[in-house]
């Protein structure tokens, strides 16, 4: 063989999964991304795991079997790997040399991202291809081929819905025995992968699979013929369906999932393949059919050396040269291997298990002579129906599909396609057919429903659920408006494919904002108590403490205002002011006098004043009583009695004149006068009282001289006087006396004069009335008045003359002061310095000088004190005794110094007998410092010219021990430190401190001494050497220590879905975690811990990040089917389908993005559409609408009736099935003339009488006779021009007057309830009627055996007058409180009593009910109340409108539109029939709009025939509206009637002449 054959046979027997796949020219079929992100470029594909997400997130890849980590794509950009026939290397020695050899590190080609320079694909070179595949992978490896690839496909964008076609490869193990390959397993794994691929992916409608081949694996062998694996094996599938591009690669992406349990086996087949005995290995799958046909065996060549000749080695001898020529039917035929096979051994020709063939196969055995005997057979397959039957609308919108097994099945088999999960029923069933065809499917599937209403009560705030919320089918939604109390959007309920009613939406109470209006006399309102208050809510706010009263309270009211009740007074004050408080006034007031200007004080208001004015003896400002919020008075002011202006009139004796400050003395006060001179006593005094002076009391008396005169300074020999203690010397009496015996003069002479008040013992002036305090004795005035002495005369004392002598030791002579001093004079003088002994003193005594005292001379001690025996010794003093040589004063001693001392000491005898020491003793210095010591610092500077016996110390150096010590001794310096006590450096004891990361010091450090370095090796998780110092006797570890914890280099690998490892967890220690989050669409955390330089991840495993999944199914989406159930628990990124509802197209999509379902904007669920315009019906005025051309399912179009016909017109409404559905009709005359035309006749003129024919009537109704024949004529739809008329023959039961009337088209005929009432003008009074029912159109009257009898006042029915309705009362003529109701269409009555709402007890005017009879309006005096049954007939009423006066009320059939029409009474209050204003609200009453007729608002009439409102009515789908007015006498409608057909936005009158009624209906 040549090397170039045998390398392509290497390479054409490698087996491979996918290899490159076919596809169109251009650029390979690559994945379609998704909208909204760049697609791949040529060359590249999608990643199969999804394709690029629009989502903010972006999408991730989990870690596959390469060992991909992880990405995160952003926002519009794509993960894009390498297209079949395009790769990113080439083989070494395969390739040209300028492309590279060697596979990128980068997975993927990311759009818009930032790329290396190598993240590429290229188109592999000619004569190369490759499988495609990730940019790192071998797949992406170009590789020799036998032939140029063409070019890759380009990518063809495929619409929604078309033909889709996906490959599917499986490879599998099984025994050979097994027939791996046989057509009945090949039919089944087709069958089995269809119904897989239907369930798993719902957008595959109409799939069918064929298996496009299956096949062993041939493998080379050197010099033999490729044979065959006993036990592998591929099978290839081919998938066609309906759906769009996106569904391929959803196909795709779960069959090429590596992990076969969770992708191809989840479709079932790996199950059939075990029951044969085999196993799946794996599967992939692509988008185009596989490009690697399996060669043929080719003949076995011999093994040789290559030779360049091309001919081949004849046959050995002994074998069959050609192949077996025996028919094989039912087979493929014999293989080409065949020639050549030795004598002995045999060959096979297989059954087309393909086409479903069976057997044993055929085998042709070569005997001798190269002959073939053939055995065996091949059985063809029995007829079938090859395909799936054909989908309906109704199969495909209704059902999950045609089972999967349908393709295929035996002739006979029922092939079934059940209900989808919104659907129930039997599913739909088709046999096939004797000739190999699907007969017709029969079966159903109907629409599930939610059962009753969505709640057996009505929301909270809410009007209930309409009665047509019964039962609805999934999808379906009904709304329950908001009631007049509440806001808000109300609450719609949708039917759910789980046929559970979801609602949506929300009614709040109404609540009142902010605070009420300010109240009088009252505090603030509390703004959070008021805050938010739901209607009827109320807060309150207290009494000022200057008011009194229960407070006031505000309310919250239905229309979201406050209405405020309650009062607050002012407090007064009751009583008057204590009289006390007002002194001298002329009172409190306790009237009012408005003449005088007085007000009563009883009554005055908090912070209020009433006067008290001063009483007419008094003056003063008055006072003001003020009232406090304690109902207690506070007084201000004053009154006070007159003063006296005047001196008192009085002039009594003795006095002198009154005090010239009395003309203005204040009331109470005392005016006084003193006596004369000549006279003592108290004086007088008198009192002012109110401006009066009363009578002066006192006295004053004539002044004596009592006892003998003073006595000055006893210069007197004694007084010789006439008083004595019983009598006292008169005025102008005189006495006398001589001098003392130290004094000398002429005497004293004594004269009693008027100048000074004295009594015994007194040397002054005394107070004349309370005495005065004499050596602590009080001595009385006496009782007999004095006068004083007047003393003249001289004493003098005499004079010693010069000074005294000297006397001895005296400091000098006497001071000259002392000389010529009087008797008694002394004066001193001191001894002299030397001396003592006091002093001496002189007195001088009768003119002689006397001296007293004595001074003696001073002597020191015999030695100083300081001497031995005497004291201390002085410092350094050499001995003990002075040597002195006297002890008095200025006498000398000296004392010696010692031999370590210089100087000397001497003492000196003072003046006062002491010894002063003076000179010295002073040590002996040693000069300058002592020498230095070995490793001393330094001697202190102190030390320096020490004294003799003075140490110094010398510190040693600070890492030394120890200390040098010198003597200062007679001058000179002696070190007196022991030997070896001097330096020494110091020691560190032990060994050095444990240090971290170091290994124990060595022994050898123990003790060592200042200086030494200990080192130590680091710790096995360090790196570096560790040193102690040993530093002044502690170990310290020194700084050139570099034991380093081991780093991890980098960052720790990364997990995947994380997010990266944060910069600072680079080069990390030793012991160091590590922390990355995950990506923003991930939960949970990856850590890593540096362990002795290496990362070491410590996440325990599935605890690391994990996509974020979505817990439930996506929510319920507008028009979509239920979602998945596999959507539940969904990871991020998943996309989840469901198919549209019955009544849409599409496909709807929801995207797990975070942990949340998001709507896909790919969803493209739309209703269906009527397509065109429906056919044009007859009688209609034109052709539809433009506008109604391809509307969707439910809506609805209006078509009017030709000009020349009447009718209700054409409706035409899209159905579900997308058809027209047309009701309605127009026509000349589309029924008998009306009853109005000719009064009770019977017209029988059929349903379509033409323009311009003539109709006669059968005859009259019942009580009736023909007067003349009765015709009338078509004329453009109208009849008229009629003749003859009905002539009265007797009574019948018809109402004398119908206050209310109902009507009912259900059954295509008129149906009317009549009220019958009786009054009596001449009595004035009412009499009861009866319910009268009238089925032909109001010509005959019957009134039934069980209708009650009353005042009537309303009547109304529901659809086909199942129900009835009859308002009714008996309070002044008017209906007030009742209702009756039929609910069995009038057999029986049963009463029901309105409630009163809102306290309104008003009169009931008007009743109306819907379709269904399950909501009532009824309209009163004051307001329009609605009832909503809650079961069995039970209504619930609640309050709608509030107006001035609500008469008429009327709804549509579904009971959401209301309409009632109100009495505006604002203009004139004396007029109460004033009708003009209507109101009109569409959500069932909870919101009102005012719609009123422009003509009938017309101020142009009089005022008193203004339009006068007396009923309306509302069609039942509520677009039609008609009210009823007249003008003249109230009551009496009549006039006009307004018609409205755009829900009374616009207006048509129509004069109905003046015919007198009060009742409209339609």
């Given at each position: 063989?040549?090397?170039?054959?045998?390398?392509?046979?290497?390479?054409?027997?490698?087996?491979?999964?996918?290899?490159?796949?076919?596809?169109?020219?251009?650029?390979?079929?690559a994945?379609?991304?998704?909208?909204?992100?760049?697609?791949c470029?040529?060359?590249?594909?999608a990643?199969?795991?999804?394709?690029?997400?629009?989502d903010?997130?972006?999408i991730?890849?989990?870690r596959?079997?390469?060992?991909?980590?992880?990405?995160?794509?952003?926002?519009?950009?794509?993960?894009?790997?390498?297209?079949?026939?395009?790769?990113?290397?080439?083989?070494?020695?395969?390739?040209?040399?300028?492309?590279?050899?060697?596979?990128?590190?980068?997975p993927?080609?990311?759009?818009?991202?930032?790329?290396?320079?190598?993240?590429r694909?290229?188109?592999?070179?000619?004569?190369?291809?490759?499988?495609?595949?990730?940019?790192?992978?071998?797949?992406?490896?170009?590789?020799?081929?036998?032939?140029?690839?063409?070019?890759?496909?380009?990518?063809?964008?495929?619409?929604?819905?078309?033909?889709?076609?996906?490959?599917?490869?499986?490879?599998?193990?099984?025994?050979?025995?097994?027939?791996?390959c046989?057509?009945?397993?090949?039919?089944?794994?087709?069958?089995?992968?269809?119904a897989?691929?239907?369930?798993?992916?719902k957008?595959?409608?109409?799939?069918?699979?064929?298996?496009?081949?299956?096949?062993?694996?041939?493998?080379?062998?050197?010099?033999?013929?490729?044979?065959?694996?006993?036990?592998?094996?591929?099978?290839?599938?081919k998938?066609?369906?309906?759906?769009?591009?996106?569904?391929?690669?959803?196909?795709?992406?779960?069959?090429?999932?590596?992990?076969?349990?969770?992708?191809?086996?989840?479709?079932?087949?790996?199950?059939?393949?075990?029951?044969?005995?085999?196993?799946?290995?794996?599967?992939?799958?692509?988008?185009?059919?596989?490009?690697?046909?399996?060669?043929?065996?080719?003949?076995?060549?011999t093994?040789?050396?290559?030779?360049?000749?091309?001919?081949?080695?004849?046959?050995?001898p002994?074998?069959?040269?050609?192949?077996?020529?025996?028919?094989?039917?039912?087979?493929?035929?014999?293989?080409?291997?065949?020639?050549?096979?030795?004598?002995?051994?045999?060959?096979?020709?297989?059954?087309?298990t393909?086409?479903?063939?069976?057997?044993?196969?055929?085998?042709?055995?070569?005997?001798?002579?190269?002959?073939?005997?053939?055995?065996?057979?091949?059985?063809?397959a029995?007829?079938?129906?090859?395909?799936?039957?054909?989908?309906?609308?109704?199969?495909?919108?209704?059902?999950?599909?045609?089972?999967?097994?349908?393709?295929?099945?035996?002739?006979?088999?029922?092939?079934?396609?059940?209900?989808?999960?919104?659907?129930?029923g039997?599913?739909?069933?088709?046999?096939?057919?004797?000739?190999?065809?699907w007969?017709?499917?029969?079966?159903?599937?109907?629409?599930?429903t939610?059962?009753?209403?969505?709640?057996?009560?009505?929301?909270?705030?809410?009007?209930?659920?309409?009665?047509?919320?019964?039962?609805?089918?999934?999808?379906?939604?009904?709304?329950?408006?908001?009631?007049?109390?509440?806001?808000?959007?109300?609450?719609?309920?949708?039917?759910?494919?789980?046929?559970?009613?979801?609602?949506?939406?929300?009614?709040t109470?109404?609540?009142?904002?902010?605070?009420?209006?300010?109240?009088?006399?009252?505090?603030?309102?509390?703004?959070?108590?008021?805050?938010?208050?739901?209607?009827?809510?109320?807060c309150?706010?207290?009494?000022?403490?200057?008011?009194?009263?229960?407070?006031?309270?505000?309310?919250?009211?239905r229309?979201?205002?406050?209405?405020?009740?309650?009062?607050?007074?002012?407090?007064?004050?009751?009583?008057?002011?204590?009289?006390?408080l007002?002194?001298?006034?002329?009172?409190?007031?306790?009237?009012?006098?408005?003449?005088?200007?007085?007000?009563?004080?009883?009554?005055?208001?908090?912070?209020?004043?009433?006067?008290?004015?001063?009483?007419?003896?008094?003056?003063?400002?008055?006072?003001?009583?003020?009232?406090n919020?304690?109902?207690?008075w506070?007084?201000?002011?004053s009154?006070?009695?007159?003063?006296?202006?005047?001196?008192?009139?009085?002039?009594?004796?003795?006095?002198?004149?009154?005090?010239?400050?009395?003309?203005?003395?204040?009331?109470?006060?005392?005016?006084?006068?003193?006596?004369?001179?000549?006279?003592t006593?108290?004086?007088y005094?008198?009192?002012?009282?109110?401006?009066?002076?009363?009578?002066?009391?006192?006295?004053?008396?004539?002044?004596?001289?009592?006892?003998?005169?003073?006595?000055q300074?006893?210069?007197?020999?004694?007084?010789?006087?006439?008083?004595?203690?019983?009598?006292?010397?008169?005025?102008?009496?005189?006495?006398?006396t001589?001098?003392?015996?130290?004094?000398?003069?002429?005497g004293?002479?004594?004269?009693?004069?008027?100048?000074?008040?004295?009594?015994?013992?007194?040397?002054?002036?005394?107070?004349?009335?309370?005495?005065?305090?004499?050596?602590?004795?009080?001595?009385?005035?006496?009782?007999?008045?004095?006068?004083?002495?007047?003393?003249?005369?001289?004493?003098?004392?005499?004079?010693?003359?010069?000074?005294?002598?000297?006397?001895?030791?005296?400091?000098?002579?006497?001071?000259?002061?002392?000389?010529?001093?009087?008797?008694?004079?002394?004066?001193t003088?001191?001894?002299?310095?030397?001396?003592?002994?006091?002093?001496?003193?002189?007195?001088?005594?009768?003119?002689?000088?006397?001296?007293?005292?004595?001074c003696?001379?001073?002597?020191?001690?015999?030695?100083?004190?300081?001497?031995?025996?005497?004291?201390?010794?002085?410092?350094?003093?050499?001995?003990?005794?002075?040597?002195?040589?006297?002890?008095?004063?200025?006498?000398?001693?000296?004392?010696?110094?010692?031999?370590?001392?210089?100087?000397?000491?001497?003492?000196?005898?003072?003046?006062?007998?002491?010894?002063?020491?003076?000179?010295?003793?002073?040590?002996?210095?040693?000069?300058?410092?002592?020498?230095?010591?070995?490793?001393?610092?330094?001697w202190?500077?102190?030390?320096?010219?020490?004294?003799?016996?003075?140490?110094?110390?010398?510190t040693?150096?600070?890492?030394?021990?120890?200390?040098?010590?010198?003597?200062?001794?007679?001058?000179?310096?002696?070190?007196?430190?022991p030997?070896?006590?001097?330096?020494?450096?110091?020691?560190?004891?032990?060994?050095?401190?444990?240090?971290d990361?170091?290994?124990?010091w060595?022994?050898?450090?123990?003790?060592?001494?200042?200086?030494?370095?200990?080192?130590?090796?680091?710790?096995?998780?360090?790196?570096g050497?560790?040193?102690?110092?040993?530093?002044?006797?502690?170990?310290?570890?020194?700084?050139?220590?570099?034991?380093?914890?081991?780093?991890?280099?980098?960052?720790?690998?990364?997990?995947?879905?994380?997010?990266?490892?944060?910069?600072?967890?680079?080069?990390?220690?030793?012991?160091?975690?590590?922390?990355?989050?995950?990506?923003?669409?991930?939960?949970?955390?990856?850590?890593?811990?540096?362990?002795?330089?290496?990362?070491?991840?410590?996440?325990?495993?599935?605890?690391?990040?994990?996509?974020?999944?979505?817990?439930?199914?996506?929510?319920?989406?507008?028009l979509?089917?239920?979602?998945?159930?596999?959507?539940?628990?969904?990871?991020?990124?998943?996309v989840?389908?469901s198919?549209?509802?019955?009544?849409?197209?599409?496909?709807?999509r929801?995207?797990?993005?975070?942990?949340?379902?998001?709507?896909?904007?790919?969803?493209?669920?739309?209703?269906r559409?009527?397509?065109?315009?429906?056919?044009v019906?007859?009688?209609a005025?034109?052709?539809?609408?433009?506008?109604?051309?391809?509307?969707?399912?439910?809506?609805?179009?209006?078509?009017?009736?030709?000009?020349?016909?009447?009718?209700?017109?054409?409706m035409?409404?899209?159905?579900?099935?997308?058809?027209?559905?047309?009701?309605?009709?127009?026509?000349?005359?589309?029924?008998?003339?009306?009853?109005?035309?000719?009064?009770?006749?019977?017209?029988?003129?059929?349903?379509?009488?033409?323009n311009?024919?003539?109709?006669?009537?059968?005859?009259?109704?019942?009580?009736?006779?023909?007067?003349?024949?009765?015709?009338?004529?078509?004329?453009?739809?109208?009849?008229?021009?009629?003749?003859?008329?009905c002539?009265?023959?007797?009574?019948?039961?018809?109402?004398?007057?119908?206050?209310?009337?109902?009507?009912?088209?259900?059954?295509?005929?008129?149906?009317?309830?009549?009220?019958?009432?009786?009054?009596?003008?001449?009595?004035?009074?009412?009499?009861a009627?009866?319910?009268?029912?009238?089925?032909?159109?109001?010509?005959?009257?019957?009134?039934?055996?069980?209708?009650?009898?009353?005042?009537?006042?309303?009547?109304?029915?529901?659809?086909?007058?199942?129900?009835?309705?009859?308002?009714?009362?008996?309070?002044?003529?008017?209906?007030?409180?009742?209702?009756?109701?039929?609910?069995?269409?009038?057999v029986?009555?049963?009463?029901?009593?309105?409630?009163?709402?809102?306290?309104?007890?008003?009169?009931?005017?008007?009743?109306?009910?819907?379709?269904?009879?399950?909501?009532?309006?009824?309209?009163?005096?004051?307001?329009?109340?609605?009832?909503?049954?809650?079961?069995?007939g039970?209504?619930?009423?609640?309050?709608?409108?509030?107006?001035?006066?609500?008469?008429?009320?009327?709804?549509?059939?579904?009971?959401?539109?209301?309409?009632?029409?109100?009495?505006?009474?604002s203009?004139?209050?004396?007029?109460?029939?004033?009708?003009?204003?209507?109101?009109?609200?569409?959500?069932?009453?909870?919101?009102w709009?005012?719609?009123?007729?422009?003509?009938?608002?017309?101020?142009?009439?009089?005022?008193?025939?203004q339009?006068?409102?007396?009923?309306?009515a509302?069609?039942?789908?509520?677009?039609?509206?008609?009210?009823?007015?007249?003008?003249?006498?109230?009551?009496?409608?009549?006039?006009?009637?307004?018609?409205?057909?755009?829900?009374?936005?616009?207006w048509?009158?129509?004069?109905?002449?003046?015919?007198?009624?009060?009742?409209?209906?339609?």
């Open positions: 063989m040549k090397p170039l054959q045998f390398v392509l046979l290497t390479i054409a027997t490698a087996v491979h999964c996918c290899p490159r796949a076919r596809a169109s020219e251009g650029a390979p079929a994945a379609t991304a998704a909208a909204t992100a760049p697609p470029p040529t060359g590249y594909r990643e199969s795991k999804g394709e690029a997400s629009a903010s997130n972006g991730g890849w989990t596959d079997q390469a060992g991909l980590a992880g990405l995160v794509v952003a926002s519009r950009t794509s993960a894009c790997k390498c297209a079949p026939g395009w790769g990113s290397h080439v083989l070494a020695g395969t390739g040209p040399l300028q492309l590279p050899t060697a596979a990128p590190s980068c993927f080609f990311i759009v818009n991202g930032a790329n290396a320079a190598n993240c694909c290229f188109r592999c070179p000619a004569g190369h291809t490759s499988f495609g595949g990730l940019l790192n992978s071998a797949g992406a490896a170009c590789r020799k081929t036998s032939s140029t690839p063409r070019p890759p496909p380009a990518p063809a964008r495929t619409a929604d819905g078309t033909a889709q076609t996906a490959y599917i490869r499986v490879n599998f193990t099984a025994p050979a025995a097994s027939a791996p046989s057509h009945a397993l090949k039919a089944r794994l087709a069958k089995t992968l269809r897989g691929l239907t369930s798993r992916h957008n595959t409608r109409n799939a069918a699979v064929t298996v496009q081949r299956c096949t062993a694996y041939p493998t080379a062998r050197r010099g033999a013929a490729p044979a065959q694996k006993a036990d592998k094996y591929l099978i290839d599938f998938v066609d369906f309906e759906g769009r591009r996106y569904d391929i690669f959803a196909i795709t992406g779960t069959s090429a999932n590596p992990d076969t349990q969770q992708g191809i086996c989840t479709y079932g087949i790996c199950t059939d393949i075990e029951g044969a005995a085999g196993a799946v290995t794996e599967a992939c799958a692509a988008d185009a059919a596989f490009d690697d046909p399996l060669p043929p065996p080719s003949p076995s060549p093994v040789r050396s290559p030779s360049p000749s091309p001919s081949p080695s004849p046959p050995p002994g074998t069959c040269l050609s192949a077996p020529t025996a028919s094989t039917p039912n087979s493929p035929g014999w293989p080409a291997t065949c020639a050549g096979t030795a004598v002995g051994n045999s060959c096979k020709a297989p059954c087309d393909a086409a479903g063939a069976t057997g044993t196969s055929y085998t042709a055995s070569c005997i001798a002579g190269g002959k073939w005997n053939v055995t065996g057979n091949c059985t063809a029995p007829k079938t129906c090859s395909k799936a039957p054909d989908a309906t609308t109704d199969i495909t919108n209704q059902t999950s599909g045609w089972a999967a097994s349908c393709v295929g099945a035996a002739i006979g088999t029922t092939c079934q396609a059940p209900c989808t999960s919104s659907f129930t039997s599913g739909y069933q088709v046999n096939c057919t004797a000739a190999g065809t007969g017709a499917p029969t079966g159903n599937c109907a629409l599930k939610c059962s009753g209403a969505p709640s057996a009560t009505a929301p909270s705030n809410s009007t209930g659920w309409p009665a047509r919320c019964t039962n609805l089918t999934i999808g379906a939604t009904c709304t329950a408006n908001c009631t007049a109390e509440a806001t808000g959007p109300g609450l719609i309920a949708t039917c759910s494919d789980a046929e559970i009613w979801t609602v949506t939406g929300n009614c109470a109404k609540v009142c904002t902010g605070t009420p209006p300010a109240a009088s006399n009252a505090t603030a309102w509390n703004t959070t108590a008021c805050a938010g208050k739901l209607m009827g809510g109320d309150s706010a207290a009494c000022l403490p200057t008011a009194t009263g229960a407070g006031y309270v505000a309310t919250c009211t229309d979201g205002t406050w209405n405020v009740t309650g009062s607050c007074a002012v407090k007064t004050c009751t009583n008057l002011p204590a009289t006390v007002a002194p001298n006034s002329a009172g409190w007031p306790s009237t009012t006098n408005s003449t005088a200007n007085i007000t009563s004080c009883i009554g005055t208001a908090i912070n209020g004043t009433c006067r008290a004015p001063c009483a007419s003896n008094a003056t003063g400002i008055g006072y003001i009583a003020t009232c919020d304690t109902n207690t506070q007084v201000t002011g009154c006070a009695i007159r003063n006296c202006t005047m001196q008192p009139p009085f002039n009594l004796t003795l006095m002198v004149e009154w005090s010239a400050n009395c003309s203005n003395t204040i009331n109470g006060g005392n005016c006084n006068a003193s006596c004369l001179t000549t006279a006593g108290p004086g005094t008198s009192i002012c009282r109110e401006g009066t002076w009363l009578n002066a009391t006192g006295s004053c008396v004539a002044k004596t001289c009592f006892q003998n005169p003073p006595d300074s006893n210069q007197a020999a004694g007084w010789s006087c006439p008083s004595n203690s019983t009598s006292s010397t008169l005025l102008d009496q005189s006495c006398s001589s001098c003392a015996s130290n004094f000398s003069g002429p004293y002479q004594a004269f009693c004069t008027n100048d000074a008040d004295f009594w015994p013992g007194m040397n002054g002036t005394v107070n004349a009335t309370t005495g005065q305090v004499i050596n602590g004795i009080v001595v009385p005035r006496p009782s007999v008045v004095f006068g004083s002495w007047r003393v003249t005369g001289s004493c003098q004392l005499r004079v010693c003359p010069g000074l005294p002598g000297v006397p001895p030791y005296a400091a000098s002579d006497w001071n000259a002061s002392c000389a010529n001093l009087t008797a008694g004079s002394n004066c003088l001191a001894c002299a310095a030397n001396s003592t002994g006091g002093s001496y003193t002189a007195l001088c005594l009768n003119g002689n000088w006397t001296v007293t005292g004595e003696s001379l001073n002597q020191c001690p015999a030695q100083p004190l300081t001497a031995a025996g005497y004291g201390t010794p002085l410092p350094y003093s050499a001995q003990q005794s002075w040597n002195c040589s006297a002890t008095t004063p200025g006498s000398s001693c000296s004392l010696p110094c010692t031999n370590n001392a210089t100087g000397m000491y001497y003492a000196t005898c003072t003046n006062n007998s002491n010894w002063t020491i003076s000179g010295g003793c002073s040590l002996k210095t040693c000069l300058g410092l002592p020498p230095l010591g070995a490793f001393a610092e330094g202190p500077a102190s030390c320096a010219n020490a004294t003799h016996g003075s140490l110094c110390n010398a040693c150096w600070g890492n030394s021990t120890g200390a040098w010590q010198a003597l200062c001794n007679s001058g000179n310096w002696t070190i007196t430190t030997p070896g006590s001097g330096r020494r450096l110091k020691t560190c004891p032990g060994l050095p401190p444990a240090e990361l170091a290994l124990n060595s022994a050898t450090c123990t003790n060592a001494v200042h200086g030494t370095v200990c080192e130590s090796n680091c710790t096995a998780n360090a790196t050497l560790a040193r102690a110092l040993c530093s002044n006797g502690s170990w310290v570890i020194s700084q050139e220590s570099t034991c380093t914890l081991t780093t991890c280099p980098g960052l720790p690998p990364l997990g995947a879905f994380a997010e990266g490892w944060p910069a600072s967890c680079a080069n990390a220690t030793h012991g160091s975690l590590c922390n990355a989050t995950c990506w923003g669409n991930s939960t949970g955390a990856w850590q890593a811990l540096c362990n002795s330089g290496n990362w070491t991840i410590t996440t325990p495993p599935g605890s690391g990040c994990r996509l974020k999944t979505c817990p439930v199914s996506p929510p319920a989406h507008y979509t089917l239920g979602w998945n159930t596999s959507c539940t628990n969904a990871v991020h990124g998943t989840c389908e198919n549209c509802t019955a009544n849409a197209t599409g496909l709807a929801a995207l797990c993005s975070n942990g949340s379902w998001v709507i896909s904007q790919e969803s493209t669920c739309a209703l559409v009527c397509p065109g315009l429906p056919a019906p007859p009688n005025a034109s052709n539809w609408n433009a506008s109604c051309a391809n509307l969707t399912v439910g809506s609805q179009c209006r078509l009017a009736c030709a000009a020349n016909t009447t009718g209700i017109g054409y035409a409404f899209c159905r579900s099935s997308t058809n027209w559905t047309v009701t309605g009709e127009c026509s000349c005359c589309i029924a008998d003339p009306p009853a109005a035309l000719v009064l009770y006749a019977a017209w029988d003129c059929g349903d379509n009488t033409a311009g024919r003539e109709c006669t009537a059968a005859g009259c109704t019942p009580g009736y006779a023909v007067v003349g024949p009765i015709t009338a004529t078509c004329q453009d739809g109208v009849w008229g021009s009629p003749t003859g008329s002539s009265a023959v007797s009574a019948v039961g018809s109402p004398y007057t119908a206050p209310g009337l109902s009507m009912d088209l259900a059954s295509g005929q008129l149906l009317m309830i009549g009220l019958p009432e009786w009054y009596d003008v001449i009595a004035d009074n009412w009499f009627g009866s319910v009268s029912v009238s089925a032909d159109a109001g010509y005959t009257w019957t009134i039934p055996a069980s209708s009650p009898a009353n005042r009537w006042e309303a009547v109304t029915m529901s659809c086909c007058g199942t129900r009835q309705f009859a308002l009714s009362g008996l309070v002044s003529g008017y209906a007030q409180g009742g209702l009756w109701v039929s609910l069995d269409a009038g029986t009555w049963s009463r029901i009593v309105i409630p009163s709402v809102a306290a309104m007890a008003d009169v009931h005017q008007s009743v109306s009910a819907n379709d269904a009879g399950t909501r009532v309006a009824v309209g009163t005096t004051q307001q329009v109340l609605l009832g909503e049954d809650s079961g069995a039970q209504f619930r009423w609640r309050q709608i409108l509030v107006t001035d006066a609500s008469m008429s009320a009327a709804m549509n059939g579904v009971g959401d539109v209301v309409v009632a029409w109100v009495d505006d009474r203009d004139r209050p004396d007029l109460v029939d004033l009708r003009k204003v209507l109101y009109i609200s569409v959500d069932g009453g909870s919101n709009v005012q719609r009123t007729p422009a003509a009938a608002a017309s101020s142009s009439e009089s005022l008193w025939v339009p006068q409102w007396r009923q309306v509302v069609s039942a789908d509520g677009f039609r509206m008609a009210a009823l007015r007249g003008s003249g006498e109230p009551y009496l409608a009549q006039g006009s009637i307004y018609i409205s057909s755009n829900a009374g936005r616009d048509v009158r129509y004069d109905l002449g003046s015919p007198l009624g009060g009742c409209l209906t339609m």
